[in-house]
């Protein structure tokens, strides 16, 4: 599945491990170029290391999401010296479980802080550099947690929420150049998710289990493919089951 026909750049934030690894490994193929970002440095160091044995063009950028500075930096970078930008990912998040009782503020505007402001970051300052590339799609990694309520959730579903009523906004503002959509995963197996009770182990959906980060993956390719095309302003929902 290409993404674009021409050499292309495409931006995994929080790629450092988890589903941004996967996503940005999956993303990599001949003519696209993988730049993955993350606060983790030496991990995503790392992990783009894998990336380039295997034959991906991957390039590593620290990048805190909820810094405007650094995205603008980044843009101007790819504006200088990169193939075009197509793609964006807008994976970087946290999870810090709690119950409303016991969650403080700074906990809450934490979650606003990684989780909203650097999906909103991201839509602002790429965007429109897609769309006076000649055009592009994002993808902004919301939750099932947006859609159902789960006891200890309220900052982290509140943040993604939050992320799906953006991405439909942006759909109707950077439409026709630019496509935005999200997705809701819901059950995945990822280092994030081992603060949860079950420490990400088990799911009640009728699959009746998580998912792997990489079967995730093959939907935001999808996406971000020229395959998806008259595909915008949508929320799509992979979990297995977990919302029917």
């Known amino acids: 599945m290409r993404i674009f ?14 589903q941004g ?3 940005a490994a999956r993303l990599g193929r001949p003519g696209v170029r993988v730049i993955l970002t993350d606060v983790l440095d030496d991990e995503g ?3 783009t290391e894998v990336l380039r044995s295997s034959g991906v063009d991957a390039h590593y950028r620290s990048l805190d999401v909820s810094v ?4 603008s930096a980044l843009a101007e ?5 990169q193939p075009r930008l197509t793609g964006l990912v807008n ?4 999870l810090r479980y709690g119950s409303i009782e016991t969650t403080d503020l700074a906990t809450w505007s934490l979650h606003e802080r990684i989780n909203v402001h650097g999906t909103f970051l991201g839509v602002q300052t ?25 006891k200890g959730y309220a900052a982290y579903s509140a943040s993604k929420a939050a992320i799906v009523a953006l991405t439909k906004v942006a759909a109707h503002e950077f439409s026709p150049t630019v496509r935005i959509n999200a997705i809701s995963p819901g059950g995945v197996s990822s280092q994030m998710n081992n603060d949860e009770p079950e420490g990400g182990s088990s799911s009640s959906a009728p699959l009746g289990r998580r998912a792997s980060v990489e079967e995730i993956s093959p939907l ?14 949508s929320n799509v929902v992979i979990d297995g089951g977990l919302t029917a």
């Open 5 to 18: 026909p021409s050499e292309s750049t495409v931006v995994v934030t929080g790629a450092a491990r988890g």
């Open 21 to 23: 690894a996967a996503h």
């Open 45 to 47: 160091e790392r992990t």
């Open 68 to 71: 405007p500075e650094q995205w």
């Open 77 to 81: 970078e790819i504006r200088r010296d």
């Open 91 to 94: 994976n970087a998040g946290i």
């Open 126 to 150: 790429m965007a429109p550099l897609m769309r006076n590339g000649g055009g592009g799609s994002i993808v902004n990694v919301a939750s099932t947690a947006a859609l159902i309520g789960s």
């Open 220 to 233: 935001i390719d999808y996406l971000l493919s020229d395959q998806a095309s008259f595909v915008t302003g």
